[in-house]
């Protein structure tokens, strides 16, 4: 597979090479310097293609560390999931490369308003999935709301990690 890779990472265009690198730089940085994440230790960070991915970040959680899963940890963890496309915006060209960081994000913002019980405007209230068809359009609407405002809190801290850290995002690229 590393041959595989190897040549698919060959014979990338520069562009690609720079976007994937900013990418996983992005991810690195938010999850190091994420308050709430400091749980997350980096086991590697790869611009090699992997499967369907052309970079990974990949991290995981040390035994026996208390982890609080509250709204702020959430929020650095979509942080983190979004970072990746904010440091890859500094090449002024978006790609489908934040394709499975922003499914991540929205799938975590979505738990948070409707299975976590930690919504704003409905706290303590489990929201079903499969029984979404029976929400009027207004408390979509709502719901949705509390999605977006999460997602671009999320971003507003990946923006404020990597404009902090900018002197390492440009030492590592």
Known sequence: CYDTDLKRYMELPETEKWATALHETGHYLATVKSDMLKNQKIAFVSILPMSWYLGVTQSYTKKNEEVIFSKDYYLDYIAMLMA???AESRLKDHNMGAYS???KAN?????????????TENHN???????????????????????QALIDEGFRR??????????????ST
Not at 108 to 114: H, S, V
Not at 158 to 171: M, Q, W, Y
């Open 84 to 86: 990746g496309r904010v």
């Open 101 to 103: 960081d922003l499914e």
């Open 107 to 119: 799938d975590i913002a979505k738990q948070i308003i409707m299975k976590f019980g930690l919504s």
């Open 125 to 147: 209230r489990f929201y079903d999935y499969e029984d979404l068809y029976l929400l009027s359009e207004d408390k979509k609407k709502i719901l949705d709301k509390e999605i």
């Open 158 to 171: 990946a923006e404020k990690i990597i404009s902090d850290n900018e002197e390492l995002d440009r030492k």
